[in-house]
């Protein structure tokens, strides 16, 4: 089955760190761009950040600048969020998905959403 599974969301305090993963079966992850998506509750998804296919070209949005690393193990067919500094506004459900561009064109994905892994930031 081609999918990407997210993983490693949690709860954490104002100023914490998480990890999260996107782990791809049924296909080569490392031919991909690769992005990061995420809706908080009664808001529309928004993009977070982006990567190229090797890792020389990465993309973030102004909110998460400075805080938030991507970053992809071509040979483990995963790609990472490194997510420090968090703030309650960072609270969403985090997405990943194939992209057809980087910088993301809006919600633009190929393929499907998955269903997701929940971040939650609050003291």
């Known amino acids: 089955q081609v999918q990407l599974v997210e993983s490693g969301g949690g709860l954490v305090q104002p100023g914490g760190s998480l990890r999260l993963s996107c782990a791809a079966s049924?296909?080569?992850?490392?031919?991909?761009?690769i992005g990061w998506f995420r809706q908080a509750p009664g808001k529309e998804r928004e993009g977070v950040s982006c990567?190229?296919?090797?890792?020389?070209?990465?993309y973030y949005e102004d909110s998460v600048k400075g805080r938030f690393t991507i970053s992809r193990d071509n040979a483990k067919n995963t790609v990472y969020l490194q997510m420090n500094g968090l703030r309650p506004e960072d609270t969403a459900v985090y997405y990943c998905?194939?992209?057809?561009?980087?910088?993301?064109?809006?919600?633009?994905?190929?393929?499907?959403w998955g269903q997701g892994t929940q971040v939650s930031v609050s003291s």
């Open positions: 998905a194939t992209v057809p561009a980087c910088p993301l064109r809006g919600q633009s994905i190929l393929g499907s």
């Open positions: 049924g296909f080569t992850l490392r031919y991909y761009r």
């Open positions: 990567i190229h296919t090797t890792g020389s070209y990465t």
